[in-house]
């Protein structure tokens, strides 16, 4: 029986780090620990929707929680090659999270954490009325309706964003190398972004709106296909060498080819 939320918060454990895992070592891990709390991403450049999920965990981990709630992490390079989990739980993509207790998977988070205190009320939501359970005693609901597929505005807007991070990665690069051009570098993405508000603030929507595993594999694919339009704008428009170290002429190639950059 577990108590309700609000009273596991009055009685709220030390918080301590994130422990890092294989995803050998998952199964083993959470069937030995009362409550464990998994998050799934990857440092993969090419995961967009993995930038920024494993600070927001970090934050969470840091907060007051329940006693004996563990966090841990689950990591995997390239992010789209998904670990074989068995029949621990399902996995459609990344960022996600699970709850477990004793080893018996309790529910979800879908998506990148949006603040490290709404994650945490979900956590304790899930731990205080799991859905598992709930399926097993409650009578089935009717089938939810899927989600309305993505139009061809709001994947446009995606795209963006995914774009965007990648540029961001491009050019931080660039900056650091040659740290005399940096202004120049931050100032071309700064315009290709400020003419693309539209698009990124419309995406940043979507982002938080559109949380289902339906929603995450298609901007998985999304994100999949947008890697390969920018590899192609970097060697065939650019004429760059994917294989080397940019030079200073390089980055400058690719600031100025910003601005005719859709």
Not at 50 to 65: I, Q
Not at 93 to 102: A, E, L, N, R, T
Not at 144 to 149: D, G, T
Not at 167 to 184: E, F, I, M, S, W
């Given at each position: 029986m577990f108590m309700p939320w609000a009273v596991t918060l009055m009685l709220s454990g030390t918080p301590g780090a994130v422990q890092e895992l294989k995803p050998r070592e998952l199964a083993a891990y959470v069937a030995s620990h009362e409550l464990v709390v998994v998050q799934l991403t990857s440092p993969d450049p090419g995961c967009g929707y993995?930038?920024?999920?494993?600070?927001?965990?970090?934050?969470?981990?840091?907060?007051?929680?329940?006693?004996?709630l563990s966090y841990v992490r689950v990591q995997w390079t390239p992010w789209r090659q998904i670990p074989d989990f068995g029949k621990l739980m399902p996995v459609y993509?990344?960022?996600?999270?699970?709850?477990?207790?004793?080893g018996k998977l309790l529910g979800d988070i879908s998506g990148r954490p949006a603040g490290a205190q709404a994650f945490l009320g979900k956590v304790n939501a899930i731990i205080a009325d799991p859905p598992a359970e709930r399926?097993?005693?409650?009578?089935?609901?009717?089938?939810?309706?899927?989600?309305?597929?993505?139009?061809?505005?709001?994947?446009?807007?995606?795209?963006?964003?995914?774009?965007?991070?990648?540029?961001?990665?491009?050019?931080?690069?660039?900056?650091?190398?040659?740290?005399?051009?940096?202004?120049?570098?931050?100032?071309?993405?700064?315009?290709?972004?400020?003419?693309?508000?539209?698009?990124?603030?419309?995406?940043?929507?979507?982002?938080?709106?559109?949380?289902?595993?339906?929603?995450?594999?298609?901007?998985?694919?999304?994100?999949?296909?947008?890697?390969?339009?920018m590899r192609a704008w970097h060697t065939d428009k650019l004429g760059l060498s994917p294989l080397k170290a940019p030079t200073r002429d390089d980055c400058d190639k690719v600031a100025a080819g910003l601005k005719e950059l859709p």
């Open positions: 993995c930038k920024g999920a494993d600070r927001v965990f970090d934050m969470s981990a840091s907060l007051p929680h329940q006693p004996g993509g990344v960022p996600m999270q699970y709850v477990f207790s004793k399926v097993a005693v409650e009578p089935a609901p009717a089938q939810e309706a899927p989600s309305a597929p993505l139009s061809a505005d709001e994947q446009g807007a995606l795209r963006q964003m995914i774009r965007r991070d990648m540029l961001r990665q491009v050019t931080g690069k660039c900056a650091n190398r040659y740290p005399d051009h940096a202004r120049a570098y931050q100032e071309a993405l700064r315009a290709w972004s400020g003419v693309h508000q539209a698009g990124l603030s419309q995406a940043a929507t979507l982002m938080l709106a559109r949380t289902s595993r339906a929603d995450a594999a298609a901007m998985g694919k999304l994100a999949a296909e947008e890697q390969d339009t």
